[in-house]
Nanobody
Framework: VQLQAYGGGLVQAGGSLRLSCAASGRTFSNYVMAWFRQAPGKEREFVAAISWSGVITYYADSVKGRFTISRDNAKSTLFLQMNSLKPEDTAIYYC?????????????????WGQGTQVTVSS
């Protein structure tokens, strides 16, 4: 499956952004989807994941209560609504897909990755 993330940008602290990830090539609903992010000089870290049906979601503690992951299987699109943004949320955000099992927060358990979209939060 091919993934294309978009929607990043520059926003002031306290603002909001909505990221999208368009999937193509294979049946989107077959995949568990996730968002990861990577700040300069840091490892890629888990942000949020969502089950194939959209019923089950997981969040990193650092974004819980501020970010919401969702998906539209009919449109093969994944979303990340980010509210109350903080400067420490600044990173490149990647969407990822997996068809296998394993812990949802490990990047190595994901088979496909989008190219990333930059999110910059100014203080």
């Amino acid at each position: 499956v091919q993934l294309q993330a978009y929607g990043g940008g520059l926003v002031q602290a306290g603002g909001s952004l909505r990221l999208s990830c368009a999937a193509s090539g294979r049946t989107f609903s077959n995949y568990v989807m996730a968002w990861f992010r990577q700040a300069p000089g840091k490892e890629r870290e888990f942000v949020a994941a969502i089950s194939w049906s959209g019923v089950i979601t997981y969040y990193a503690d650092s974004v819980k209560g501020r970010f919401t992951i969702s998906r539209d299987n009919a449109k093969s699109t994944l979303f990340l609504q980010m509210n109350s943004l903080k400067p420490e949320d600044t990173a490149i955000y990647y969407c990822a897909a997996r068809s296998g099992s394993g812990t949802y927060y490990r990047p190595g358990n994901y088979d496909y990755w989008g190219q990333g979209t930059q999110v910059t939060v100014s203080s």
